[in-house]
């Protein structure tokens, strides 16, 4: 992929929005899952903010 000097400013603002998007996400859904009723929604909001933790992490890569 490209590294970082070859994406254009308009590129980081937008990988910058995203990251701060799924960041929000993973607390929103790490917060969920503490305050979860059944053992199985806890287990279903984890494995959302995992998902959304892997998103942020491939994001993140793209800026290194």
């Known amino acids: 992929g490209k590294s970082m000097s070859?994406?254009?400013?308009?590129?980081?603002?937008?990988?910058?929005?995203?990251?701060?998007d799924e960041e929000l996400l993973v607390k929103k859904f790490k917060m969920l899952a503490?305050?979860?009723?059944?053992?199985?929604?806890?287990?279903?909001?984890?494995d959302i903010a995992q998902k959304h933790q892997g998103h942020f992490n491939e994001l993140y890569q793209k800026l290194s």
């Open 34 to 46: 503490r305050h979860a009723e059944t053992e199985e929604l806890k287990a279903k909001m984890e």
């Open 6 to 20: 070859q994406l254009s400013e308009k590129e980081l603002s937008t990988i910058k929005d995203l990251l701060s």
